[in-house]
């Protein structure tokens, strides 16, 4: 395992002094479904928005196990997953894109705005007929002059009720299949460019995620991140990051659980003694441990492994699945059930459902397509 330097403890102890304050009052955001607007203050304030940007347009300049490091500290320091979901959503959706694959005037006009979280982001790749198929989409882009014009509609777009920049994924050559995605960072008030009403979804309901239409919304070509025809390149690195940082985030609170877990079987009486004395109780906070430690070895391993540019299909399926999996069990043994079992529900799904990663290990072993 990583051994961690006294700068990435420092870091990690720095801006986790914030993480509780992030969590207060979050039944009521979760019952209001709203986006925790006062939180967000407060995210902003921390610096860590800031962690994984260069300091040349305001970030802290550190690399992704560090800002993992960092989130996984999150996740057991901020009690609302809805916050959490919507830091590493707004961190990685556009941050990690624009700063990757966006031009030098790109990055100066708004990675200044997406790492002081006084833009907020987010990214459009589901439509109501493709979800797991992302690359199946239907909403096309045409060139025309110095813009391209975009078309269709986008499904369960997370942060996008309150969402400044969008990264829209769209066909500019359709018969050209994942060759002909190109994506896009599209501002607010483009003309052409709707939002639905907030939705309600799987997961937490704070913060609601929504539709969003576009029709003929001309955005221009300067506006492209990477090449034209390279969308699945930029989906791809993004994806790997979000899986990366969300699921990082999620064995924060997998420990946050496990810890409340274990103070509460070694003090609750149960017939005259702490309930953990009892096998059947043990073996499940055990159970609790092994999917917890399994999960961050998965994840860290494959992050380093990603950073040292080796691929990382399978690794990244693997993570994904059995994080996936240890979250939803860790969250069945908690106190506060119905609220950890719908956080937990919605990292089984976002960022590639866990049914589908058995699809991408069958392909890395020659059997069957790729999801
Ligand atoms: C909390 C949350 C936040 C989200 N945020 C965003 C966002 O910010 N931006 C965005 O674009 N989207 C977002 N999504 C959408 C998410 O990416 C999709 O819901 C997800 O990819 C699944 O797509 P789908 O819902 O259309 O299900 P479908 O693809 O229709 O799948 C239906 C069922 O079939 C199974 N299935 C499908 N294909 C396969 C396969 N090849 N092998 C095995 N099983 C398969 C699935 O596992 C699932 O059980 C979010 C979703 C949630 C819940």
Same mark, same amino acid.
């Given at each position: 395992?990583? *051994?961690?330097?006294?700068?990435?403890?420092?870091?990690?102890?720095?801006?986790?002094?914030?993480?509780?304050?992030?969590?207060?009052?979050?039944?009521?955001?979760?019952?209001? &479904? &709203?986006?925790?607007?006062?939180?967000?203050? &407060?995210?902003?304030?921390?610096?860590?928005?800031?962690?994984?940007?260069?300091?040349?347009?305001?970030?802290?300049?550190?690399?992704?196990?560090?800002?993992?490091?960092?989130?996984?500290?999150?996740?057991?320091?901020?009690?609302?997953?809805?916050?959490?979901?919507?830091?590493?959503?707004?961190?990685?959706?556009?941050?990690?894109?624009?700063?990757?694959?966006?031009?030098?005037?790109?990055?100066?006009?708004?990675?200044?705005?997406?790492?002081?979280?006084?833009?907020?982001?987010?990214?459009? +790749?589901?439509?109501?007929?493709?979800?797991?198929?992302?690359?199946?989409?239907?909403?096309?882009?045409? *060139?025309?002059?110095?813009?391209?014009?975009?078309?269709?509609?986008?499904?369960?777009?997370?942060?996008?009720?309150?969402?400044?920049?969008?990264?829209?994924?769209?066909?500019?050559?359709?018969? &050209?299949?994942?060759?002909?995605?190109?994506?896009?960072?599209?501002?607010?008030?483009?003309?052409?460019?709707?939002?639905?009403?907030?939705?309600?979804?799987?997961?937490?309901?704070?913060?609601?995620?929504?539709?969003?239409?576009?029709?003929?919304?001309? +955005?221009?070509?300067?506006?492209?991140?990477?090449?034209?025809?390279?969308?699945?390149?930029?989906?791809?690195?993004?994806?790997?990051?979000?899986?990366?940082?969300?699921?990082?985030?999620?064995?924060?609170?997998?420990?946050?659980?496990?810890?409340?877990?274990?103070?509460?079987?070694?003090?609750?009486? *149960?017939?005259?003694?702490?309930?953990?004395?009892?096998? *059947?109780?043990?073996?499940?906070?055990?159970?609790?441990?092994?999917?917890?430690?399994?999960?961050?070895?998965?994840?860290?391993?494959?992050?380093?492994?990603?950073?040292?540019?080796?691929?990382?299909?399978?690794?990244?399926?693997?993570?994904?699945?059995?994080?996936?999996?240890?979250?939803?069990?860790?969250?069945?043994?908690?106190?506060?059930?119905?609220?950890?079992?719908?956080?937990?529900?919605? +990292?089984?799904?976002?960022?590639?459902?866990?049914?589908?990663?058995?699809?991408?290990?069958?392909?890395?072993?020659?059997?069957?397509?790729?999801?």
């Amino acid at each position: 395992m990583i *051994a961690w330097s006294k700068d990435d403890e420092r870091l990690r102890e720095g801006i986790g002094q914030w993480f509780g304050k992030f969590g207060e009052d979050f039944s009521r955001y979760d019952r209001e &479904a &709203a986006f925790p607007r006062e939180p967000w203050l &407060a995210v902003m304030e921390s610096g860590l928005l800031r962690l994984p940007f260069d300091e040349k347009w305001g970030g802290l300049g550190q690399s992704l196990l560090t800002t993992m490091y960092v989130l996984e500290e999150l996740g057991r320091g901020c009690p609302d997953s809805a916050v959490n979901f919507a830091i590493t959503t707004h961190m990685v959706s556009t941050g990690i894109a624009l700063q990757r694959f966006g031009s030098t005037a790109l990055k100066d006009t708004y990675l200044p705005r997406i790492s002081a979280g006084t833009a907020i982001g987010a990214h459009a +790749v589901t439509e109501p007929d493709s979800g797991s198929d992302a690359l199946g989409m239907r909403t096309t882009a045409t *060139a025309d002059g110095d813009c391209y014009r975009l078309s269709g509609s986008k499904a369960f777009v997370g942060n996008g009720p309150v969402a400044d920049l969008v990264v829209v994924y769209a066909k500019t050559e359709p018969p &050209a299949g994942p060759l002909g995605v190109t994506a896009f960072l599209v501002e607010r008030d483009t003309p052409g460019l709707t939002f639905g009403s907030p939705t309600g979804r799987t997961g937490p309901k704070s913060p609601p995620l929504c539709s969003l239409f576009l029709d003929d919304c001309r +955005v221009p070509k300067t506006h492209i991140l990477g090449r034209v025809g390279a969308g699945s390149l930029v989906l791809d690195h993004v994806l790997t990051w979000e899986t990366l940082c969300c699921f990082i985030v999620s064995t924060g609170e997998m420990r946050r659980r496990l810890d409340r877990c274990v103070e509460y079987a070694g003090e609750g009486s *149960a017939f005259g003694r702490p309930s953990g004395g009892f096998h *059947a109780v043990a073996h499940r906070i055990v159970d609790m441990k092994i999917g917890l430690e399994t999960s961050r070895k998965w994840l860290y391993d494959t992050a380093e492994k990603f950073t040292a540019g080796r691929k990382v299909t399978a690794d990244l399926a693997i993570a994904q699945f059995v994080a996936g999996r240890a979250a939803l069990d860790s969250a069945l043994a908690e106190y506060g059930l119905e609220q950890e079992l719908r956080g937990a529900l919605a +990292v089984t799904i976002h960022s590639g459902t866990t049914e589908t990663q058995y699809s991408r290990i069958a392909a890395t072993l020659g059997l069957g397509r790729a999801a």
